[in-house]
């Protein structure tokens, strides 16, 4: 991903997450995903090639992120998350449609993730980018809920 590349789209800036955007992250994380990764976890994310991110920023913030890991021909969706105060307006769609094209551009063939069973927002997300069920992993999670597969293959 070129950490360069930089998109005006309607929705706001689109572009890669870098390592000075930690603070932003974290913050977003905490906000949205209820704290998912420490600092620690964050800066290796931000860090590493073959682990992508795409951040939407509008005015003064991050408002929607979206991060994987390239794995051969796989790419491994581990973060999709939006600003509380700015769902449902086509934030998570956008920044998960700019990671697949990365995803396909970098070679992957197919594109997976896990989403808890009770997430119907994320399930609806992944519904409408295409994503179908592949398997179930019972009681997954901490707090006992299942996790859903999904996979999507990346049309070339
Ligand atoms: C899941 C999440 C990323 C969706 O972001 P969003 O910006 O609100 O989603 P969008 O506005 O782009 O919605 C795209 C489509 O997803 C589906 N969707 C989104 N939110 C939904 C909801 N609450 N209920 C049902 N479907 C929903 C709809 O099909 C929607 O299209 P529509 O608005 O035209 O009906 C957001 O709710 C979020 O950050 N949740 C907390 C973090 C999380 O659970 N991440 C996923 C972990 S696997």
Not at 14 to 19: A, D, K, Y
Not at 130 to 150: H, K, M, S
Request: charged letters at 25%; aromatic letters at 8%; proline letters at 4%.
């Amino acid at each position: 991903m070129d950490p360069e590349a930089r998109t005006e789209t309607g929705q706001g800036l689109i572009r890669p997450l870098r390592p000075a955007d930690l603070a932003d992250c974290l913050d977003l994380d905490r906000r949205a995903l209820g704290g998912l990764w420490s600092e620690t976890q964050w800066q290796r994310e931000l860090a590493e090639a073959n682990r992508p991110g795409l951040g939407i920023w509008q005015a003064d913030g991050l408002r929607a992120m979206a991060c994987g890991w390239l794995i051969l021909d796989e790419l491994h969706i581990t973060v999709v998350a939006v600003d509380p105060f700015f769902r449902r307006r086509g934030l998570g769609r956008g920044v998960l449609a700019g990671l697949l094209a990365h995803g396909q551009a970098a070679g992957a063939r197919h594109a997976t993730l896990e989403v808890a069973a009770p997430n119907g927002a994320a399930r609806g997300l992944y519904a409408a980018a295409g994503f179908q069920e592949a398997g179930i992993r019972r009681a997954y999670y901490r707090n006992g809920d299942d996790a859903l597969i999904q996979w999507l293959k990346l049309v070339r």
